[in-house]
């Protein structure tokens, strides 16, 4: 029997192992299985927590189709809250080592309980061929394009993860599976894409619906978060240096977009602990 903790950030939730204690073999395979939201666990993906060289852990993330994913703002947070809560780090100032890089968290602790945590996600990149994004020019901001032979107004920006932004006035009524699904199966996107529909609701105020590239739409997703408070500061809807408010499907998100990074906080909740056969 194999161990493993169900977690959430803003609704956006996966199945996390405890690779210090265990050996998970064949991830891609296991995340498909056990994210069947009907007939397993169910989760937006599975979280392997491992041990590092270079930080106080490392973390691999698995998106419900098998493919892997080079940075989760949401459940980076839930890695700090298990390696805090089960006493394997016991300072508030911690460091996660994930494909895009070594990530620095600082814990909001209360009672010695996580209330929150804030990720320094690192300076964001807006290169399209960094991106990546099949479209010239020095950035993507505002840029008009064809996807699926239907036109679109997209903002480009690197979390971790490949984000295109949408500003539209109306997202609950945005038919997000249908564009979601052709943005991400897109010749113009080489690596796929998340897609972001943004709503303006005051300045430094957002709400904002996301389809994950390997997952569909999820109730939240960190990387985006940022991508899209990058987007609208790139627009003139945000400020520079200031918390733009988030709200997503499952919760809220702050982002502090700055010159030498963005830097994102939020919750992080223990769902349930179990057991299965693998």
């Known amino acids: 029997m194999t ?24 991830p891609e395979t296991l995340a498909v299985t056990l994210c069947n939201r009907n007939k397993s666990i ?7 927590i491992l041990p590092s060289q270079a930080a106080d852990a490392k973390m691999r993330m698995y998106n419900a189709d098998g493919s892997e994913a080079s940075m989760c703002g ?20 911690i460091t996660v080592e994930t494909s895009s890089g070594i990530k620095e968290l600082t814990l909001v602790i209360d009672k010695n309980a996580i209330v929150a945590v804030t990720v320094n996600m690192g300076k964001v990149i807006l290169e399209p061929e960094k991106i990546p994004v ?21 903002t480009c920006v690197r979390m971790g993860n490949p984000h295109a932004i949408i500003f539209h006035d109306d997202i609950e009524h945005f038919d997000l599976y249908s564009v979601g699904t052709m943005f991400e199966n897109s010749d113009l996107f080489p690596e796929g894409i998340n897609l972001g529909i943004v709503e303006i609701v005051t300045r430094n105020h957002l709400r904002m619906r996301v ?4 997952t569909g739409e999820t109730m939240a997703s960190g990387t985006g978060a940022c991508a899209a408070a990058v ?14 408010r988030v709200g997503v499907t499952g919760g809220t998100l702050m982002i502090n977009y700055t010159d030498e990074a963005v830097y994102m906080t939020g919750g992080c909740e223990t769902a349930y602990k179990g057991m299965i056969q693998i």
């Open 3 to 26: 161990n493993f903790v169900k977690m959430h950030g803003c609704g956006n939730d996966y199945i996390y192992f405890d690779c210090f204690e265990q050996d998970i073999k064949n």
């Open 42 to 48: 169910g989760g937006d993906g599975i979280v392997l």
């Open 74 to 93: 949401n459940s980076i947070r839930c890695v700090a809250k298990y390696l805090f809560d089960g006493g394997l780090v016991t300072k508030p100032n």
């Open 134 to 154: 099949n479209l010239t020019g020095a950035i993507i901001v505002a840029r008009q394009v064809l996807v699926a032979d239907s036109p679109f107004e997209i």
């Open 211 to 214: 389809w994950e590239r390997g």
């Open 231 to 244: 987007a609208s500061v790139l627009m003139g809807y945000a400020d520079k240096n200031s918390d733009i």
